[in-house]
């Protein structure tokens, strides 16, 4: 398999106990588990309406700095 990646569409349940800590944390374990895998490629939507991940540069850029070899991006960038 040439490459492989991944899109997150997160767990954006209004309402639920998740907050955007946990939200960001899990994001940032999931990427670093994917790399160890050998998934080379995280891609994140962007959720305007959800706080913890209006802005999704800060944990593109937590993420390239805490794995090897994973690509990241954004998958969809929503323009309401």
């Avoid at 639920?16 to 939507?45: C, P, W």
């Amino acid at each position: 398999m040439k490459s492989f990646g991944f899109l997150s569409f997160g767990h954006y349940v209004p309402g639920s106990d998740l907050d955007a800590k946990q939200m960001l944390t899990d994001a940032v374990d999931i990427a670093q588990g994917a790399d160890e895998l050998g998934v080379n490629g995280a891609y994140f939507r962007v959720h305007h309406f959800a706080p913890q991940s209006g802005s999704p540069m800060p944990l593109l850029a937590t993420i390239a700095a805490k794995t090897r070899n994973i690509e990241v991006g954004t998958g969809v960038i929503d323009l309401r």
